[in-house]
Every structure is written in C-alpha cells, then in structure tokens.
C-alpha cells in the first residue's frame, strides 16, 4: 500500500502539514478533501517528490518512494502542465516517454488513452485550442500514458461537465480494478461520495477522518424522517424535533432520539394520530461530516 507517515510541513511561519498519516490500500479510489488551506496539494507534492517534507515519510509496499519508484506515480497537478503550443498527441507521446516508454508504445498509450477519454480526434490539435474541460482530459491521459502503478490526482474533477466527470471516472475505475491505487483531491463532495472506497478529511495539516463513506455516516447520530398530512395533531415526547416544515398539504418532520429510544414509536403515535407518507433512517452525507469535522478541527482523530 501506499503509506504517508506523520508529514510535517512549514513554509516560513505557516504549518502546512501537521503530522499528517493516512494509507491508501491497492485497488482504492481515495478521496483527499479538507478546506481550502487544509494541506492537500502540499501533501500530494511530498508524495510525488517535487516538494520536500520537514519529517515524515512515504513508503510504497512498505519501502520509501525513491526516484525510480516516482516515476511509476502518474500526477495531475493542480496548476496543470500542459504545453499549449504542442499538439495534444505529440505532446502525450513525449511525456510517456519521459517517464521512460519506449517511443513505439508511446504512440501505443497515447492513442488509447485519448481513444477512452474521448479526445482521440484532436489529437493533431494545439493543447490551447481545446476547451479546458478537453484539456483537462488531456491532463489525465498525461498522467496515465506512462501506466503508473499509482495515480495521485490535485482537484481532476472540477469545471469538468457531468459527462466528462463518468468519462473520467471511468477510466480510474479501470485503473483500480487493476490494482492500482488512486487518491484524489476534490471539493466536490457529493461526487467524493458516489466514486471513492474511502475518504480521508484533512483539516489544518492533519487527517481528522478516514474511513469508508458508510463506516463514517454509521458513526453518527441518525435522524428519522417523518411525513404526514399537514393537520397531523400528533405529539411526540422524549424525541427532539430537529426540522419541522409544511409544504402543500404535507408535514415533514426531523427527529433525534436519544439512545436507547425505540424509534418506532415515533411511528405509532404518528399512525394514531392520521396517515403516514413516510418514515425513514437518514444518515448524514458526507457533506455534513465534513462540515461535522472540520468545525470540530483536528485533534479528534479516528480511523476506520
Ligand atoms: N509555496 C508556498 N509558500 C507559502 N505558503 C504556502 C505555499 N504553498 C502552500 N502554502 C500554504 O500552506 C497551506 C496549505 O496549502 P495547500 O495548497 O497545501 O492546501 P490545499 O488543501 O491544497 O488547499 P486548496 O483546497 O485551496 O487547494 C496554506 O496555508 C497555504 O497558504
């Protein structure tokens, strides 16, 4: 696996890592989120190595990541790196061969990975003349024509259109079934949430939570949702309404039970008191937990 043990980062007087640890086994989509500042591309340049950290260490099958085993690592750096005067094919065959391809399967890669990205008819065209989703697929193939045994990814969803965003979701996924492990940075929660194994939330240069989304929303107090007719006269005791909201003919209620409580009974005395639409669980998504964690800040770290 990928380890990152106990990171330390400052630039002058800012703390950018703090101790950072986290692991990303093989074959894992992991989702790298944090508020703006958090310490996530900081944390993404130690691993490729074109930052060094104060302490800590990257192990990668439990031995450091050195300049050979860096070159197997395929980057989507956050300021994107493409050249735009160079043709999109011409401009993949090179940097595969950078990492080492020889130039016959350069050609190889490059037409398969623009094939699966969608971009395969602009090969021929300068990198500046494509839109920046297409370039943003341009980006990814970059990091992918040189078949990297682990993919680390700064924000590769954003601006991107719902279309692109499967596009290229699909093609880490075809990744991950091969092995390969896949962390991403991204502040599209909800998009965090439908793609990744697990997700780990950084906050002020630390890892707060990491976890699979549903080990995580597991370990929060649940709310029970409630739908009745709009006169409902029910009155409910020992439970805390948390929402309470009419809309048309409805009246959609939240609650919060304390433990132990059988929340069923919130059931029965709706029932008593007229129809019931709906009664269910709710977990938090983790748009909630991330607002949870990171009002709570570091210092509450847990591990799933
Ligand atoms: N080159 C630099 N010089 C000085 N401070 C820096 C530098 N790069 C980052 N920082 C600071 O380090 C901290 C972490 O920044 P980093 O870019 O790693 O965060 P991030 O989680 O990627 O943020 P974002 O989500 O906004 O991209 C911030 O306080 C930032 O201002």
Redesign the pocket.
């Known amino acids: 696996m990928l380890a990152i043990e106990d990171l330390y980062k400052s ?2 007087p ?1 703390t ?1 890592l703090d101790g950072l640890s986290f692991h990303v086994n093989p074959g894992e989509m992991f989702g790298f989120v ?10 993404m340049r130690i691993i490729l190595g074109v930052l060094s950290s104060d302490s800590g260490r990257v192990t990668w099958k439990g031995q450091p990541l050195d300049h050979r085993t860096r070159r197997e690592i395929g980057y989507m750096p ?1 300021e994107r790196g493409l050249y735009p005067r160079m043709k999109v094919g011409d401009q993949l065959v090179y940097l595969a061969q950078l990492h080492g391809v020889s130039p016959a399967q350069a050609v190889t890669d490059m037409e398969l990975w623009t094939e699966k990205l969608g971009i395969e008819h602009r090969r021929n065209d300068l990198v500046q003349t494509l839109s920046l989703g297409n370039q943003q697929r341009v980006q990814l193939a970059a990091a992918l024509v040189s078949d990297p045994q682990i993919m680390v990814l700064d ?1 590769p969803f954003s601006g991107l259109d719902p279309v692109a965003v499967d596009v290229m979701s699909e093609v880490l996924r075809e990744k991950t079934r091969q092995g390969v492990p896949v962390i991403f ?1 991204s ?1 599209q929660l909800d998009l965090v949430e439908r793609l990744c194994d697990r997700v780990g939330i ?1 906050s002020a ?1 630390s890892m707060v939570t990491v976890g699979a989304i549903d080990d995580l929303r597991q370990t929060e107090t649940p709310e029970y949702v409630l739908v009745t007719r709009a006169d409902s006269q029910a009155t409910f005791e020992g439970v805390t309404i948390s929402t309470e909201e009419t809309r048309g003919e409805t009246l959609i209620r939240t609650f919060v039970t304390p433990p132990g409580y059988d929340e069923q009974q919130i059931l029965r005395t709706a029932m008593a008191a007229g129809p019931v639409y709906e009664f269910s669980r709710r977990r938090p998504h983790l748009e909630e937990l991330f607002r949870h964690v990171v009002s709570t800040g570091p210092g509450t770290e847990k591990e799933n």
């Open positions: 630039y002058g800012v950018a944090g508020s703006n500042g958090a310490g996530k591309t900081t944390a956050e924000e940075s502040h950084v240069g």
